[in-house]
Every structure is written in C-alpha cells, then in structure tokens.
C-alpha cells in the first residue's frame, strides 16, 4: 500500500541543537521525497527535497538523508532557532494509474525553545 | 500576486447545508489537488485535476464534488455537511510532468460545521 510513517510526532529542542525527523516509505519505486514545514496558521510550503538518485541534499541549515535500500529519509536541522518551530511533513511520490501523486507522513512538530 | 488563492478563508455553516470552496492558480501549472487537514494535522489527499481531468479520486464521500472548469481552477462542492467534515481544506498545483513533483499550497479554508 502507499504508507508513509513519519517520528516523532513532537520533537522540543533548545536553540542551537540539532533536529532530526525521520520517514519511512512503502513503495520502493517511489523516487521522489520532498519536505514541507508548516508554521501555525499558514500553508504549508516546500523547504528541500531530494530524488532517489542522490544519497543527500544540504541547504544552509537543513539537510536531508536518503537511504533507498531501508526506503528511509531523514530531515536534520542543524542550529536551530526559535523560528524553525512548526509542523513538520515528509512525503513520498507514489505511482497511481499511470499519474503520480504526493503521499504525506503525518507531520511532527518541532518546537524550539530560547 | 498570490501563486495559488482559495476562498473563503473561514466557512462557519449548519449541518445539512451544501457549500462550496474555490480555487485559482495562476502558475501554469497543468494538475491541481485538494487535501483536508484535520485537527491532527493529518494531511489527506482527497481528489486531483490535471487538464481539467479528474485523475485521483481517493475514498471520499461522493457528497464530495469536484469541479474544474479549466485548468487554472478547481473548486470542491460538499453537499449535506457533517460535524466530521470540519477541517481546514488546502488547494495545491504542480507542473504535470518533471523529475519533482513541487506542489504550491493555497492558504486553506478552514471550515467549521456547527
């Protein structure tokens, strides 16, 4: 089935420390992972992805990890600061009759404290 | 100039109304999607439009009416509301084809049904 399994779901850190949110995915055809932070109130929005043929994509401060053989990826967030706290969502691209569509994992929220 | 717009912002209704929810991207893009999120923050696909075509119908009510009059446009018609229809109702587009599948989000609609 098309699942994707995202921990934790609440995530608290101090300023400056790291963060790391982890996501699994069913379908080893899937090829495509993008991450989505959603502060309160808003939409949410593309912050990094990466596609099944690199190992690992680094932007500023956030980077992600993909392992395709355990068909896990993982967000880490290094430094962080009182404005990274929001929800968190990986996804997952699946294959549906022929169109490709966006499966989420059910979000973590990390809030980060001063 | 905003990418994806949806309205209304905030839709407070009966149960048993019929309402109705709008969509407008101007990106050019060729596929658009409605997802609910509910009061967990689980993010739901629920149905996709490319070219004015439906493409994803996942399990929803077919109280559920999606209509797309061109592919700039996707509206979502509920008939009969139902407390548990209380959510907040995200639009969102992506360019049909490509490596990625970057959707952009509107600002959501939340609705309440009383």
């Known amino acids: 089935g098309e699942n994707v399994e995202q921990h934790p779901s609440t995530l608290s850190v101090q300023e400056g420390d790291s963060a790391v949110i982890k996501c699994t995915y069913s379908d080893s055809a899937s090829n495509y992972f993008p991450w989505y932070k959603q502060e309160l109130g808003k939409r949410p929005q593309l912050i990094i992805d990466?596609?099944?043929?690199?190992g690992e994509k680094k932007d500023q401060r956030i980077a992600v990890t993909l392992n395709k053989t355990a068909k896990h990826f993982s967000l880490h967030i290094t430094e962080t600061q009182p404005e990274d706290s929001a929800v968190y969502f990986c996804a997952a691209r699946f294959r549906n009759t022929g169109f490709q569509k966006l499966v989420f994992g059910t979000g973590t929220r990390l809030l980060v404290s001063p | 100039d905003t990418a994806v717009s949806q309205t209304p912002k905030y839709l407070v209704t009966q149960m048993g109304n019929d309402k109705s929810i709008k969509c407008e991207q101007n990106?050019?893009?060729?596929?658009m999607y409605w997802y609910k999120q509910d009061s967990k923050k689980f993010l739901k696909i629920m149905f996709s439009y490319n070219n004015k075509e439906l493409i994803i119908n996942e399990t929803v009510p077919n109280r559920f009416s999606p209509k797309s009059p061109d592919k700039a446009h996707l509206n979502l018609h509920i008939n009969s509301l139902e407390l548990g229809d209380s959510a907040v109702y995200f639009c969102?587009?992506?360019?049909?084809?490509?490596?990625?599948?970057?959707?952009?989000f509107g600002a959501g609609t939340r609705l309440s049904v009383l």
């Open positions: 990106l050019g893009h060729d596929t």
């Open positions: 969102a587009s992506s360019p049909r084809s490509g490596v990625t599948n970057i959707q952009y």
């Open positions: 990466i596609r099944s043929n690199v």
